[in-house]
């Protein structure tokens, strides 16, 4: 989600599936759509039937590939090198959309004149601290923009959940640009240099995609690309699950928006999600750093001092993240109702702060060095679907107490009697002290809610029938059902009054 | 049924009465006759495919509180009344033989699960969860407001509903205090 976050503001594909029949022609990478999202991939052939050209590039030949126009081989992992490649080959061939990126880019924008790019300093951008191993923005902003309300200079940046704390975005229409983007400190230009290098013939050393073949495609998706045409791109995991993932999607955003194909009817960026409600599940998150409508959680000693602080942080001055203030008391009411009053600055102490990476892979190495008691695991498997799936089983047998949640008993129910570890002696049973609680859940068919698709379509889901024996549902708006249903809720109703916080979060 | 009937069922005197072709409705049987659909007479849900996030519309047949046949739904704009394979086998998702409906228990220490009402367990959870969060909550740090425990975690799959998510986060953050909150769509 970070690549189309920052390039767009949110991140979401930007375009609809049905919308792809629009496209004059579709690049798919890093997704077999037509096995792993076949319903979705009768859109992309209504497309081929009314003339697009459909490209597949992927190391693998897939079904997808079967049905392509255009089919190329790419060595794994160098997805970048080729659609580098291909922005290289629209600024060198001028097949850029140029109305549409002086208008509605920043490509007419200057960078400061403290920007150093890569080929400068030898592989670096400027600002580089070597001894913390990170970036500082700071020379990257664009060059004299507005004052900020505190009287200082802001610095351009968008993000998926705002939460570097350090730069906050400008009025874009107030900063010094040049429209014939002839200027070396436009962005443009430093693009044009930085791509300089993505030459086909290093496509091909990269990509193993010879360069003849390279160009065709290069030639056919520009050519449907323009005033006229438009051309979309889809990608599911094979983009995604990569290390250098939000790079690739984020070059991807560069291509569409120099070649114009964002916003409009048959061209943008389909994210091809895995699970019914991915998208959903980062919009409306259980994630540790973001609250609903990728609002930043307060992060301790970065911008959690106050509410005035908090939106100093991370208000924009154009777009939807100018109205900051106002999704965040309207979150902060429907978190605490009545209690949450403006003398309270409406809740936002009761807020956790964030200290640290809290993440999936954070905490699961927290749990091995046993700071982690107890652990609910709703509809997710890390027994076998986690990164490192024998440290994880092995930090399971660290916790007090795991609560799981499924239709079936999965490897991480089952960890304890029937893993790996136990069978080569790593673990005994009767050595592990978790205590283990398997509940099980509703289906789809047997629950009141809502999925958010791939699209960001959100769609209603009827229950059809009760769901079996025990099984449970934590779900609709009824929260008084939910607090039977969702066990720590149950916590709450259960006497514990004397913490004005929770129960004012009833 | 009396014995002219039966006669007259029989495709060869159909074929002498109507001069038909001795097939079809003349041949059928009484049970061919009386064959309906599976879920004739059913009542019918709109749903929504569980698997991949494309999202494809599907009716749910039910009658008498059973789940009868998952099928697409022609009135969806996004799969027009198509299902793929796993799409159309989502009724055995729900109705499958290795579904656990029972709540499950195992003890420290122990190499077996046990049987526990839903009750019980949810008391026992809920005991647990307040110990725990009562000893690793921290209000503040150096006089600013921390609020956090990050001895619990949760992890949610991508099939939740987006209510159950909302409910997830304002409870275990808003309401406990939680960080260590996570789900399949970190990627």
Redesign the interface.
Known sequence: ?PGLGTTFGRGGATTA??DLMNADAILIMGSNMAE?????F?WVMEAKERGAKIIHVDPRFSRTSAVADLRAPLRAGSDVAFLGGLVSYVLDNGKEFREYIVNYTNAAILVSEKFQDTEDLDGLFSGWDPKRQLYDPQSWAYAHCGAGPDGEEHFAHGGHAKESGQITAVDLTSCERDDTLQHPRCVYQILKRHFARYTPDMVERACGVPRDLFLKIADTFCSASGPEKTAAICYAVGW??HSN?VQIIRTAAILQLLLGNIGRPGGGIMA?????????????????DI??GYLP?PK??VN??DLTTYYSKHRDRTGWWWNIDKYMVSLLK???GEAATKENEWGF???????GD???Q??FL??MDG??????????N?AT?GPHTRFERKALAKL??L?IR????LET?SF??DSPEIERGELR????????????AA?????D??????QR??????????P?????I????D?VE?V?T???????G?G?EGND??DE?? | MNVKDLLTRWPVVQQILTRGDGMHADAASDRTRNLVPKHHGAQVARSVCPYCAVGCGQLVYHKDGKLISIEGDPESPISRGRLCPKGSDSHELLTHANRETRVKYRRPHSTKWEELDLETAMDMIAQRVWDSREHTFVEARGGEALMQTTAIAHLGGATLDNEENYLLKKLFAGGLGMVCISNQARI
């Open positions: 989600m599936l049905p792993n999202h076949p319903v979705g009768q995604t699950q993932g091809l999600r895995g699970h019914a409600s991915i998208q959903g599940s980062t919009d409306i998150p259980t994630l540790y609250l609903p959680m301790f000693g959690s001092r429907a978190y605490y102490s009761w807020l956790p702060r964030v200290t809290h993440s999936h954070g905490y927290d749990m700071k982690v008691e107890g652990l609910f695991v709703m509809g997710q890390p679907a007090k107490w609560v499924d239709l079936v008993e129910a304890w009697h049973t009767e050595e592990i002290a978790t205590e283990v609680f398997f509940l099980p289906g789809h068919a047997e629950k809610g809502c999925f958010t698709n791939t379509l959100v769609q209603w889901h009827e229950k059809a029938v009760d079996p024996g025990d099984a449970m934590a779900t609709a708006g929260e939910v039977s969702v066990p720590a809720l149950q916590a709450l259960h514990i916080r929770v979060c009833l």
